[in-house]
């Protein structure tokens, strides 16, 4: 089970690290990680399309994140905290986020995710299409692409884990990796 805590404990020092932030997550603030990333991205990676998807899945990540904590603005600070990571390693980047969420909405995330990653590339995008054409969103305005689009755009099922914090929150883990 992925440990976003343990994770960025173990990488803080190394080189390998594009990217990490550990605080509260804002609009403002999201758009500034977001040309951080841009630019450390253009020292790192050479290769355009792979530096595109890289990009565009961490916009993903953090636009899940953003709109899934509108549900915690009024909890106690550490509640509100998130943590995202962007890692280098030989083979792959890694994007790892970490988010509190509540416990009730637990098995339906789990349930979506595990669905979207048992899909083949045809179903996945059959299913992208169709939930696309139906233009549905929900209360919050999203239409519930994004983690069919993480999986889509990085071409691997997704990582995740959940650990229970106390009786109403539970700490979100999630890693995609996108091959380079």
């Known amino acids: 089970m992925l440990d976003t805590l343990s994770k960025f404990n173990n990488l803080k020092q190394s080189e390998e690290l594009v990217l990490a932030y550990h605080g509260i997550i804002t609009e403002s603030l999201t758009n500034n990680l977001l040309t951080l990333a841009e630019n450390k991205l253009a020292m790192v990676e050479y290769n355009s399309r792979v530096k595109k998807k890289v990009f565009n899945i961490l916009v993903e990540v953090l636009q899940n994140i953003y709109h899934n904590q509108y549900e915690l603005k009024n909890s106690e600070e550490p509640f509100q905290k998130i943590m995202i990571m962007v890692v280098k390693n030989p083979t792959a980047y890694e994007i790892i ?26 179903e996945l995008r059959a299913k992208y299409r169709i939930k696309l054409d139906e233009g549905v969103f929900s209360e919050t305005g999203r239409a519930g692409l994004g983690i069919m689009d993480m999986v889509r755009k990085s071409g691997q099922p997704l990582d995740y884990g959940f650990k229970i914090i106390n009786e109403d929150y539970a700490y979100f883990s999630l890693q995609v990796n996108i091959n380079h």
């Open 97 to 122: 986020s970490g988010n509190y969420i509540n416990q009730s909405n637990i098995m339906q995330l789990e349930k979506r995710i595990k669905e979207i990653n048992q899909l083949s590339n045809d």
